[in-house]
């Protein structure tokens, strides 16, 4: 086969798809017409413009090829080549300016074949520019090669006619196997790629899910390549079979090949320095900058990857950062947050509201014979610094890994934890409930954080950003049946003989755990099943733990109740308890940060293999139609954790008992208020915190006045609005 293919000079620009993909009534530029739509209004060239083109150092192969809008101007054009069939619109006497740079409308030093044109674009000094149709008031500048060829994909994961299958796009995420592999395609959502990732297991599912991916897309050959109005493209090497949407900001690329780069005058996306992207698709606001490389990807709305990161066969959620650093085979939930350098994460799926800390080195495969392991962690997962963990792994929600090198797999299951690798002692340590006793600052900040960083500009899902919500509710349940279990076997562990005189395990260690805490203290409190070792795995504090499970427990019941009874006007406890007469406990699933009850989950997942869903625009139909129920199911469930955590059923409680609930909560919403103050303030108190400063009022001057602190006086202002809520409903129960 010739490398360098020899035609005709006058064939430039033509014969952009083959006979054999071309329908017999159509000519090879029918779906560039329908994608341009109507030229009405473009005509001929005039004798005369012709001759002001030449005198201006351009050239075509064919002047005829060319058309023009009424407005059409050319004193603007000059020392470029023409190829093929081209259509310009208006160019007037302007300027357009973006940031520093401001240039001339026109055209100038460039090769263009086969393009359409906008009104008032400046096109100046592109190499080759071929097959594209560019839109109004768009700045390319200083480009090297941008085109696209006949078969291109824009990053989608599908093929066009007369492909081989070899040839299409997956994504390996989860798993470097491909075992969990997806199809990328514009609009995917990581819920997508978890329902197609999970569930692997339901064959038909699998096939439904592919088809509908086909579907979505034209097979046919000869699309072109668009970029949108207003859009601003320099210094950059090579775009190729890029498709850009309205506004987007692309400057010092180095080669952008395959992409759909999604962008708007609402959600602008940029692309900065250094940057190369391969076979990847860019949400609405997205940042790419400083050296990135993007190989087999997708980047969700609002997410930025800066200074050398690497995302490579990974789905970055929205609202997420990653800088300095290299992920591979991935699936990332919104608000995930990775900084400094690291090797997080060689095949994970992370739930979100995560923040990896630097020199983590997450998924090694060294314990395992293939690259075949996988690492599962709930909502706020945290590892420290300098954290090595091993395949296959799984974490309860926001558990916090503190520094070291895990020498086996682990499976932590109580939430909210502190994990600590003791190798002087060669144990592991838990520390139940650690963000809630001792780092509420970080832990309420958190979630304040990632929903004020929610700058999506479609909100296709409820993101559920709260610590206390039914996916971790339900964990801080299981956390309290461990508990019971670990201590009561602490317990015969300790004085076998009391074991004729006990009956189950749960009860017992429940019975020691609120009412016998001084016997809790002095027993050894071991895991089981925790990690992938003989070694001991310590369990510290678990009567504090216990507590702090249940005040949490507490706490989202009933500020949930209220909150759904205001917006809903139930304004006693009789109605609401009467709203909730029928709820039945259900699991809960993380769907890509939608919460999901799972047999809801199990509907949509029959709907899609029977084709009453058929498209993944009906599937994120019904996404919206969840986010509509979701407020309703919320209160259910914590209507329901209330009744399972006091063992009470709706029948017994009366509204004695409710208001006693109520005084609870509003203590524990103080309590929460303190604590945020507390942890914060021991960056002012630490003796340590104050070694580099000479006075108190250099350390204020540095750190600010932590009275001063907005978001310690958001929280306390909060718990104000709660306190004032709760005593609304104790005075309607009360009169008083």
Known sequence: MDRNLKKPLSRIGFDFIKPPFLPDTQNEFYL???????????????????????????K???????????????????????????????????????????????????????????????????????????????????????????????????????????????????????????????????????LWAKYRDDRK?????????????????????????R??????????????????YIKGGNKLKNLTINSSAEAPSQIGEGVEMVNGIMGYGSRSFYGVKAV????????????????INSILGDNSTISCCEVLN???????????????LVAATVMGQSNIAAGATIGSNHNSRGVDGEILTGRGFWPGLSVNLKHNSRFASYCLIVRGSYPAELNVPLPFTLVSNNESEDRLHLLPAFWWMYNMYALARNA?????RDRRHEKKQIIEFDYLAPDTVAELFQGLQLLETFTAKAYLRRFPEKASQNGHLEELGKQLLLNERDIVRQLTITGENIENSQREVRIFKAAQAYAAYREMIHFYG????????????????????????????????????????????????????????????????????????????????????????????????????????????????????????????????????????????????????????????RMEEKAGRFEQLARKWKTRLTGK
């Not at 599912?205 to 109005?229: N, V």
């Not at 210094?235 to 498709?243: A, G, P, Q, S, Y």
């Not at 304040?448 to 004020?452: F, G, M, P, V």
Request: aromatic share 10%; with cysteine; proline share 3%.
């Open 448 to 452: 304040w954080k990632y929903e004020a």
């Open 60 to 194: 075509a192969d064919n002047w005829n090829d060319l058309t023009v809008s009424p407005d059409f101007d050319p004193n603007v054009v000059k020392n470029c080549h023409f190829h093929g069939r081209i259509r310009i619109g208006a160019l007037q006497p302007y300027s357009l300016a973006f940031h520093d740079l401001e240039l001339p409308v026109g055209l100038y030093n460039s090769t263009i074949v086969s393009c359409d044109i906008g009104d008032n674009v400046v096109i100046k000094n592109v190499d080759y520019l071929a097959h594209y149709i560019i839109g109004s008031e768009v700045i390319l500048f200083n480009i090297n090669e941008m085109h696209t060829t006949n078969h291109s994909k824009f990053g989608n994961g599908i093929l066009k006619e007369g492909e081989d299958e070899s040839l299409r796009v997956w994504l390996e995420v989860c798993n470097e196997n491909g075992g969990r592999k997806v199809l990328p395609f514009e609009g995917i959502l990581p819920a997508d790629a978890w």
């Open 205 to 229: 599912l699998m096939d439904r899910l592919r088809e509908m991916t086909d579907a979505e897309f034209d097979q046919r050959r000869g699309y072109y390549g668009t970029i949108g109005d």
């Open 558 to 713: 009933i500020k949930t109740l209220l909150s759904f009874a205001e917006t809903n006007a139930l304004k006693d406890w009789s109605r609401l308890k009467a709203a909730f007469a029928s709820a039945e406990k259900t699991q809960w699933v993380n769907l890509g940060g939608q919460l999901i009850p799972l047999p809801a989950l199990n509907q949509l997942r029959q709907k899609i293999r029977s084709k009453n869903i058929n498209s993944w625009k009906a599937v994120h139909a019904w996404y919206q139609d969840q986010n509509q129920l979701y407020p309703e199911q919320k209160a259910a469930d914590a209507f329901l954790a209330l009744m399972e955590l006091h063992h009470c059923s709706p029948e017994t409680v009366e509204e004695t008992q409710w208001q006693a609930w109520i005084e609870e909560a509003m203590r524990i919403a103080r309590q929460i208020a303190q604590r945020t103050r507390q942890s914060r303030e021991k960056d002012y108190t630490s003796p340590f915190r104050k070694i580099t400063f000479d006075t108190t009022e250099e350390m204020e001057a540095v750190m600010g006045n932590i009275d001063d602190n907005n978001f310690i006086q």
């Open 330 to 344: 991935s699936l990332l939930f919104p608000a995930h947050e990775q900084h400094h350098n690291n090797s997080f």
């Open 231 to 248: 859009c601003v493209i320099k210094n950059t090497r090579i775009l190729k079979d890029v498709k850009v949407g309205s506004d987007a």
């Open 296 to 311: 087999r990807f997708v980047m969700g709305e609002n997410t930025t990857l800066k200074y050398g990161a690497r995302l």
């Open 32 to 58: 560039r017409d329908q994608q341009f739509g109507p030229a009405d209004g473009f005509r001929q060239l005039t004798a005369y413009e012709i001759e002001v083109l030449v005198k201006n150092d351009n």
